[in-house]
């Protein structure tokens, strides 16, 4: 058996005085430094879980500017789509005018070229009356 004497107290309060001494030195130290550990790691999620948030908020902005600016883009291609219709209506409906004015010159300059043949020819037709009637009575002039 073990006998209990002054070397076992001694021994038991040798293990008290290292295990209080050890918890100065080392354990203290070590959980201060898990501690800071944790703290630092704690602080690092929390700074990750900012910067995913402030990205994702980012990504909306991004992708809602992005939609505006296709909607900006569709509506002054729109725009410019309308704008060039009009043009080219004023355009057709210019040339249509100039077309019918030339066509009217047309019609007046063929209006009067018949009209001067019409008047040279009515001239010619008492000479060619006579010589038809002529020929058909068989008289020579």
Do not use: H
């Not at 999620?45 to 990504?59: G, L, Y």
Request: some cysteine; overall charge positive.
């Amino acid at each position: 058996m073990v006998d209990i004497n002054l070397s076992v107290i001694i021994q038991i309060i040798n293990f008290l005085i290292l295990i209080f001494v050890m918890n100065l030195v080392c354990y203290k130290p070590i959980r201060g430094i898990l501690r800071q550990r944790r703290e630092t790691i704690q602080g690092l999620e929390n700074a990750i879980e900012e910067a995913i948030k402030k990205a994702e908020e980012t990504n909306r902005a991004f992708a809602e500017g992005i939609r505006e600016a296709r909607a900006r883009g569709k509506k002054e291609k729109e725009a410019l789509i309308q704008a060039a219709a009009a043009e080219e209506s004023k355009i057709i409906a210019r040339i249509n005018e100039q077309a019918r004015a030339e066509l009217e010159e047309v019609k007046k300059k063929i209006s009067q070229d018949a009209e001067k043949v019409r008047q040279a020819l009515q001239k010619e037709v008492d000479a060619f009356a006579e010589a038809i009637c002529q020929k058909i009575l068989g008289r020579t002039g």
